[in-house]
């Protein structure tokens, strides 16, 4: 059984949503497109705090946790359908409270923190007062987690962490990074690393570079090559248990795959609407570009994948709510909804900005912001191969092999199981035959 649909009270705060982005959010990006991940000077303070007072006097803000957690408990479908509206400009997630990698973070905090750890680093990431980092991939390699090589080590009642990590988005702005270590090198794969809390100002922390996302400038958030040079940190700075770093991982990329995925549908959508308005705006040839043929397969096209991926994402959020969780059938959408993330957000932006001819690789219209990101969400939270291999994984293992050298659907073989199944209905047919000197 499945079903799912939108409360009309959940309706009207949507709509609500989509104006209030449209009146107070879109004017944000336009004017301090690379501010929305730094703690705001008071000038800014002064423009984007009513904002987001009105989203809190709404109930709307930082939705992401379920209500055992101190969040709203909206759940992944509401949560999804936030996501879409948000997706166009990069100040939505900030407005709303729900700005990656806060959101995951504050995710693992609020399963694996202590009430200490709570208190100091969750309650003011939820209440917008900080901002926070997640240092895990390493300069030799990001995919394979059993890779790592960055070391905290025991010493006294504390740890000291070694190593380098790359890509650590908004290293430069957090208050605290939460860094993943190999603590025990000699345990199974995944049970070798331990999660840590550390203070942005910890003695020690080296940024290498300030690595920028392609195409942004210096005030950009960056993706910073940091090294942890003798980082000591004291026993309440580990997170979990030693050992369950990788699981606090899992945990915090699950549910982000499926908001990224409904944002990767409500970037697509907004290529998708300013393509329909170009196409029925211009005329070439004494036609509309809305009447020429190879234009209508790109509009139809784009429709398709995204209501297709649309619908699987949906789907997918309202398994999770059903109290299914992160079952393999969850995990196995999930790794197809951050395949098709990529491909869709690729193909509808791509054919969206051709369609508007020169204006449309220009900086005079916002695709180079929306194409930018179409690589990036083939790479980030796990490659796409990778992807590709845990869904096949996942849809295989409820699968048999053939039983012998022949497929089962093998055509001899059921011809000759049919022609047994049905022997006395083909000899009658035979006999017929014969009488009718066929
Ligand atoms: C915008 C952005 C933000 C990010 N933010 C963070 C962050 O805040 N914190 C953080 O820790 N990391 C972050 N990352 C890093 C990201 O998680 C890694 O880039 C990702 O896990 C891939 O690791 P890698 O870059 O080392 O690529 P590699 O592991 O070197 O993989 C490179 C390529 O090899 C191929 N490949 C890899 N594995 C396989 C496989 N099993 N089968 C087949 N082919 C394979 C793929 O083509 C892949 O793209 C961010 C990345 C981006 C793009």
Known sequence: MWEFYTEPEFASRLEWMREFVQEEVAPLEVLWPHHHHRVPPPWLKKVIDPLKDEVRRRGLWACHLGPELGGQGFGQVKLSLMNEILAPYQWGPTIFGVQGPDTGNAEVLAHYGTAAQKERYLRPLLA????????????HGGSDPT??????????????IDGEKFFTSNSEQAAFLIVMAVTDPDAAPHRRMSMFLVPRETPGIETVRPTRYMGEPAEAIDHALLRYNGVRVTADALLGEPGQGFEIAQTRLSGGRVHHAMRAVGQARYAFDMACERVLS????GRSLADQQLVQQAITDSYAQIEQFRLFVLRTAWRIDQGQGYTPEVRRDIAVAKVLSARVAHDVVHRAMHLHGALGVSDEMPFSTLWQLTPGYGIWDGPTEVHLSTAARL????????PGDWPTQWLPARVAAA??????ALASQAAEAREAGV
């Open 419 to 424: 022609r047994e199944k049905h022997a006395e």
């Open 395 to 402: 849809i295989l293992r409820e699968r048999e092999p053939a």
């Open 128 to 139: 917008g007062e900080l901002f926070s980092a997640f240092s895990m991939t390493e300069p």
């Open 282 to 285: 211009r005329t070439t040839r």
């Open 147 to 160: 890779g790592f090589r960055c070391r905290a080590v025991r010493d006294g009642d504390g740890w000291v």
